[in-house]
């Protein structure tokens, strides 16, 4: 964490947020661990105390939503005293022995679940993942919600492309609902450094969608690492500028303001 702070004053960043997958009740590997999650906080005060008057560092979770497994986003804010969340989903099921994994750099925990719980059939997967995606922004109250199609990372053009009506449909659903709760969208990079997806989180072809609908949006790397931490922010400007973006938002004095392109 230190070393993201100093990356990130080094490039001139103002502001800095962490956000840590966070707690889920069962063994994980890509998840904080309860045991660490005070170690984190105290951490993240002292960065704080420490870099007052270099940059603003804000305490956040991305917070994975598992209907009946993980939910009572607020209580965690509340208990940890964070600036503000994300939601996201990675996990998709409701039974912690059987939840389908669509994330991670190795395709074959996307295949296997596929298979393992719904026959093979792409459409059913899908559904069930946006209906997860679409229950938690009707039943959390969080700020931004991250990668938010990120379904078809790990499918790779082999189950189904982008421009399949069905697909679409399900998509603009979600964003429908992500424009009534008045949440942010999360322009993730990472796919595109990675090299696991050719554009961003959400797709290009939704970009001029979010501008039509008015939707706020933060440009995000989704850094593990430092060295991570502003690649293809360009892009992603360049990209939100040609749909007529002129801005995107920072978390500043407990609310979220205007910050220019």
């Known amino acids: ?21 966070s707690m889920v009740p ?6 904080i661990q309860n045991d660490k999650v005070g170690e984190y906080i105290s951490n993240l005060k002292k960065l704080k105390a420490e870099n007052a008057g270099k940059i603003t560092i804000l305490s956040s ?10 939910t009572g986003f607020q209580k965690t804010k509340r208990d940890l005293g964070l600036d503000y969340l994300i939601g996201s989903v990675h996990l998709v099921g409701t039974d912690p022995q059987h939840l389908w994994f669509i994330d991670g750099k190795h395709i074959e925990p996307y295949d296997e679940g596929l298979r393992d ?3 093979g059939d792409i459409r ?22 991250g990668h ?4 078809k990372m790990n499918a790779r053009g082999r189950y189904f492309q982008e ?13 429908d609902l992500i424009k009534q709760h008045d949440l942010i969208v999360e322009i993730n990079t990472r796919g595109l450094y990675k090299q696991r997806y050719n554009g961003f989180y959400p797709a290009e072809w939704l970009l001029p969608r979010l501008k039509e609908m008015n939707v706020p949006v933060v440009i995000s790397s989704d850094a593990h690492i430092y060295s991570e931490l502003t690649n293809c922010f360009k892009e992603a400007e360049n990209a939100l500028k040609s749909v007529g973006y ?5 978390f500043r004095n407990g609310q979220w303001e205007a910050e220019g392109l």
């Open 1 to 21: 964490m230190e070393e993201t702070v100093e990356e990130a004053i080094r490039q001139g960043l103002h502001t800095l947020g962490f956000s840590d997958h």
């Open 26 to 31: 069962f063994e994980s590997n890509v998840s």
């Open 61 to 70: 979770m991305e917070m994975e939503f598992i209907p009946g497994i993980v």
């Open 117 to 119: 719980y719904f026959g």
């Open 124 to 145: 059913k997967g899908v559904r069930a993942y946006f209906d997860q995606e679409n229950l938690m922004i009707e039943t959390e109250k969080f700020d931004i919600i």
């Open 148 to 151: 938010f199609d990120k379904i």
């Open 163 to 175: 421009d399949e009506k069905w697909y679409r449909d399900m998509v603009l659903e979600t964003l």
């Open 246 to 250: 002129k801005e995107t938002v920072c």
